[in-house]
């Protein structure tokens, strides 16, 4: 069984930065990683994935601001967040792919504060 554990989070004003980390534990690797967001009273959204060759995708809404990177011999992805803005503010799921599964991790809260 694949897990998935983030960590991280917390609380910080506009314009400040926050790490996001997401450290995984499986048998077999990974292939495409990414971060997700829900905000309260809207739909779970992509932030930004990648994938096993370090290939990006961000969110029109992040571009610029937040940087996806991966570290495979730590089996850990994460997303660097800067230029924080209060409509980030969101609970933050870590997704990891293998084979044809989606595995998520229980989310991490990011409060960004005007």
């Known amino acids: 069984q694949v897990q998935l554990v983030e960590s991280g989070g917390g609380l910080v004003q506009a314009g400040g930065s926050l790490r996001l980390a997401c450290a995984a534990r499986?048998?077999?690797?990974?292939?495409?990683m990414g971060w997700y967001r829900q905000a309260p009273g809207k739909q779970r959204d992509l932030v930004a994935t990648?994938?096993?060759?370090?290939?990006?995708n961000y969110a029109e809404s992040v571009k610029g601001r937040f940087t996806i990177s991966r570290d495979n011999a730590k089996n850990t992805v994460y997303l660097q967040m800067n230029s924080l803005k209060p409509e980030d503010t969101a609970v933050y799921y870590c997704n990891g792919r293998q084979f044809a599964t989606n595995y998520w991790g229980n989310g991490t809260l990011v409060t960004v504060s005007s």
């Open positions: 990648i994938n096993n060759i370090g290939s990006t």
């Open positions: 499986s048998i077999f690797s990974i292939g495409t």
